[in-house]
């Protein structure tokens, strides 16, 4: 996936093959192209080779990507349209890595201009002069990348540029390209220019891109600059913008030649794709955690209690599994500590074997709660259900919980579990409390490697990986209203008896 390279960053180097002077670009049989012939025959070459024309876009390969290469072929502009966290901007930087990797410019450019393809006065007497002897520069597809995010407060001047007086003041006139400080858009000439949430922009600067996107030119201060622009602009909407924060000027929409529609994944296996390639996760988080997470911000996306207008962002699933791996990693670093003491809540439970193998952290379904309380700044609730917005989404937590205990535990005889506490035995879990103990408590059950299986965590898991097990049975078992649970004071959990 293409990149924007950071201001630290160190520019990639060219090649020491590629060539030096005008003359040898024309022997070496180089032929100019336009940005948009550079992206179709880019995207056509991978299309032929079988390569992944959109690495890294998940969820979109039967829906917006056959979009997306339609307008590229077409050699359109366009916009896409979609709520929050629906992955548009991440989409359209991937777009840089159609770009040939590495282009000729006039060396000192502020227009990445093309030394056969001069645009200002001033470098074309410099290319007339000098001939095939002026020295070419390279430009790596990294550096032609130009992105803005829409704000109020965007000027004319940020986006097109504006006259210098201090040009003005050397003896340069009115009129002279020489004058002009270039905004943004004209400084990714030949490259793509990106502005995200466009409908934040301001009409009267969204007037200011019509010349852009039609006639290729720009005008800056009451006079026009006849410069060929040579771009692909792609810009970010959400479809509430058209009508609440803002809206797309109807002559600006007229002239994106494509209006994209993107969308959330459609299926839970799209949703788990996504979290495992996104997600940074700092302990392990087995599949049937993750599982719960992904069912869990399905369902607050399809929730009545939530403003569908403004949509349950991806990056909600992402930081879910992120926030349970991390409650993981703070389970094993407090059980670590010096004779096996506990701060917090749990503090009082049986000390620790200071000699027994340290706690590995792997992630439990119990550890999804924090959650419900940590993202709900990511959720825009309607306006009747305030004040009960972690409530809701516990109830939605459990539901999901509850879904993937069926859907991977179903048909299984799980009364082994049931057994157990059936005369009154107890089995405490919670945030704190050890996977040895954990087991210790659970013994030997009948059933239990079978659902160990079935969760995928193999035939020989580690005590971790089979107390984050044993605690998914117990609460799958208690949602479908098979075991008791309480949860005390001191914040564990206790399962036993029938509810």
Do not use: C
């Not at 704000?151 to 540029?161: E, K």
């Not at 495992?276 to 955690?289: C, G, M, S, T």
């Not at 620790?352 to 309380?373: K, L, M, N, Q």
């Amino acid at each position: 996936m293409g990149r924007v390279t950071a201001p630290n960053q160190a520019l990639p180097v060219p090649p020491a093959d590629l060539p030096g002077t005008l003359g040898a670009l024309r022997a070496a049989g180089h032929r100019y192209q336009t940005v948009k012939q550079e992206l179709r025959h880019n995207l056509l070459a991978r299309m032929r080779s079988g390569e992944d024309r959109f690495p890294g876009i998940v969820g979109y390969d039967d829906s917006v990507l056959p979009e997306v290469e339609r307008a590229l072929l077409a050699g359109h502009d366009m916009v896409l349209l979609g709520e929050r966290g629906q992955g548009k901007t991440r989409l359209i930087r991937s777009l840089v890595a159609l770009l040939d990797e590495w282009t000729p410019v006039l060396p000192g450019s502020v227009l990445n201009e093309h030394p056969l393809h001069p645009l200002t006065p001033a470098s074309r007497a410099l290319v007339a002069e000098a001939g095939d002897d002026l020295p070419v520069g390279w430009l790596h597809r990294s550096m032609r990348y130009g992105e803005k995010l829409a704000t109020p407060d965007t000027s004319v001047g940020d986006l097109i540029g504006d006259v210098d007086p201090i040009r003005l003041a050397q003896g340069r006139t009115l009129g002279d390209p020489e004058t002009i400080h270039f905004g943004l858009v004209p400084r990714t000439n030949r490259g793509i220019f990106a502005v995200n949430e466009l409908p934040d922009l301001a009409e009267r600067i969204q007037v200011a891109l019509l010349n852009v996107l039609e006639e290729r030119d720009i005008q800056v201060r009451g006079y026009q600059l006849r410069l060929p622009l040579d771009l692909f602009l792609v810009a970010s909407a959400n479809p509430e913008d058209y009508t609440n924060r803002g809206r797309i000027i109807t002559p600006l929409k007229d002239r994106f030649g494509a209006e994209v529609r993107t969308h959330y994944p459609v299926d839970l296996e799209l949703e788990l794709a996504l979290i495992r390639q996104e997600a940074d996760l700092v302990a392990e988080v087995p599949e049937h955690v993750l599982e719960v997470l992904a069912r869990f911000a399905r369902a607050v996306r399809e929730s009545s209690s939530v403003d569908p207008r403004s949509g349950v962002s991806a990056r909600f699933a992402i930081a879910a599994a992120e926030t349970v791996a991390a409650a993981a990693l703070r389970r094993a670093g407090l059980l670590a500590g010096p004779a096996g003491t506990r701060t917090g809540p749990s503090a009082g439970t049986a000390p620790a074997d200071a000699t027994a193998r340290p706690e590995a952290p792997v992630a439990r379904v119990g550890d999804a709660v924090s959650v419900t309380s940590t993202l709900r700044g990511k959720v825009e609730f309607e306006s009747g259900e305030e004040g009960r917005e972690t409530e809701i989404l516990a109830h939605l937590l459990r539901t999901a919980t509850a879904e993937t205990f069926r859907a991977r535990l179903a048909g299984l005889d799980l009364s082994g579990f049931t057994a157990l506490v059936a005369e009154g035995a107890v089995i405490e879990t919670g945030e704190l409390v050890a996977s040895a103990e954990l087991l210790r408590q659970v013994g030997t059950v009948p059933g239990l490697a079978k659902a160990l299986d079935r969760l995928g965590l193999g035939d020989a898991p580690t005590p971790e990986q089979a107390a984050a097990g044993v605690e998914f049975v117990l609460e799958g078992l208690h949602l479908t209203r098979r075991l008791g649970k309480d949860v005390t004071e001191s914040g564990r959990t206790v399962y036993g008896g029938r509810s």
